[in-house]
């Protein structure tokens, strides 16, 4: 469980073919206190350490991660927003957030707007009940509130904008239009959606 509020970034060190993918990250969290087996988001993938170093962690992608989140973050040189699953007692911050990518997104438009930098987001149209104006979402593990949603035939079309904090401690700042983004709904809205189509049939 994880909050969507980003405590560091990471960059992709090296990355190794294996049955899996095993992606090193080299961070500035203190290791020690991190356990082989622990959760860290990155980039909003829930993800379990299987090794360490004094400034790294490792992790394993299957092929199903790899093909269901955004296709330029696992390659080395890449930037990751972390964070450490919440502990009992932590401030909840943003909005509760599993980890688990619902679709991928693609940035549409990245307009200066004030000192915010406004984001267009374009998603699949299937997301479209569970994403309300003004309600959470989490763009690459990062908690925002939605300023309006636009549906298409396709897709669905919804804007947030990224303050300067969050353009400063997140990989938000540098969104331009066409990358990808990994999206998670809000989970009341998932489960919500789940019972009202469940009720419909």
Known sequence: MFTGIITDIGRVAAVEERGDRRVRIA?????????????????????TVV????????????????????????????????????????????????????AIASVVSADPEGDSLRLAVATSRALSPMIAAKGSITLDGVSLTVNDVQDGP??????????PHTAAQTTLGSARPGRQLNVEIDVLARYLDRMMSARAQ
């Open 27 to 47: 961070c500035g969290y203190d290791l020690a206190g991190v356990d082989l087996g622990a959760s860290i988001a990155c980039s909003g993938v829930c993800l």
């Open 154 to 163: 396709e897709t669905t079309r919804f804007t947030v904008n990224i303050i």
């Open 51 to 102: 090794d360490k170093g004094a400034d790294w962690f490792a992790v394993d992608l299957s092929a199903e991660t790899v093909s269901r989140t955004a296709a330029d973050l696992w390659q080395e040189g890449s930037k990751l927003n972390l964070e450490r699953s919440l502990r009992l007692g932590d401030e909840l911050g943003g909005h509760i957030v599993t980890g688990h990518v619902d």
